[in-house]
């Protein structure tokens, strides 16, 4: 099946539909390979980066997506280029800060934020920001988790200048299964919040700051030499990628609820059932 995608590649053209369950599915569009096959082998399909991209091409990826029954996720994509794709699919959501588009096959609301009952009752990912200027970098986490279907709380303007703020926010922090942590300046904030918690903080580095912060490294320095053990740092404004490594966890830990349904004498010794099955 591969190699019979690989000779249609050549040839300009594919014959055929094309079947997404396939963990090979590939459909060749002009400009670009789309491969159909990452849902099946990675649990989510592929994510589109906008930047560099026509709107005609991101289009043209979102068509082969949509018509194997896949939503899809464009990230860094300015309003103009967003606007034009818009046009040609139903059912769309743009979030200008975040430069994100998501475009799905049919009508689904947009997610709102869990609430406190909710959250304790939901297995979820927090996604939490240092100041205000880091928002579009939490954006993209949050829009990042929408696409991915993972439940959220999120925590805004809680950095260390004022400690108080982060105490006030743990009670509901420590309900998450994964946290998302994004800050500029000095890079502080993960590893504070991560001595807090006994769950995996993806640490974002931002280019908010002045000179020294120098676009973002020394807040990824500072990050990646962290003494807290459960902080693992991405890179400078990638709110794409901490909030999908937070997403695959709870994904995870959705599937193994799951799978546990069913078996309460095997999880009642170790407790794992009254975490997960919740």
Not at 121 to 149: C, F, Q, R, Y
Request: proline share 6%; hydrophobic share 45%; aromatic share 4%.
């Amino acid at each position: 099946q591969l190699m019979r995608q690989i000779e249609s590649i050549r040839a300009g053209s594919t014959s055929g539909s094309v079947d997404a369950s396939d963990n090979n599915a590939i459909e060749p569009v002009p400009g670009a390979t789309v491969d159909l096959g990452r849902a099946s082998r990675c649990g989510f399909g592929e994510v589109i980066y906008g930047e560099g991209k026509s709107a005609e091409l991101v289009t043209r990826i979102i068509r082969a997506q949509l018509d194997v029954g896949q939503g899809a996720l464009v990230t860094r994509i300015d309003s103009g280029a967003a606007f034009q794709v818009r046009q040609s699919f139903e059912f769309t959501h743009h979030n200008p800060q975040a430069r994100t588009l998501r475009v799905s096959p049919q009508a689904s609301p947009c997610p709102a934020p869990l609430d406190p009952e909710q959250a304790s009752k939901t297995l979820h990912a927090a996604v939490v920001s240092a100041g205000s200027t880091d928002a579009p970098i939490a954006e993209e986490a949050i829009e990042t988790l929408n696409w991915m279907g993972i439940p959220i709380q999120r925590f805004e303007d809680i950095g260390v200048a004022g400690p108080q703020r982060l105490t006030a926010s743990l009670p509901q922090l420590r309900l998450a299964s994964a946290v998302v942590v994004v800050a500029g300046m000095e890079g502080a904030l993960p590893a504070v919040i991560a001595g807090h918690l006994a769950v995996p903080v993806f640490a974002v580095p931002t280019s908010v700051g002045y000179g020294a912060n120098l676009g973002g490294l020394t807040a990824l320095m500072s990050m990646l030499t962290t003494c807290a053990a459960s902080v693992a740092v991405v890179n400078i404004d990638s709110g794409f990628k901490g909030g999908y490594l937070a997403g695959m966890v709870v994904r995870q830990l959705e599937d193994l609820a799951s799978r546990l349904q069913g078996q309460p004498a095997a999880t009642a010794a170790t407790g794992v059932e009254s975490e997960l099955t919740v």
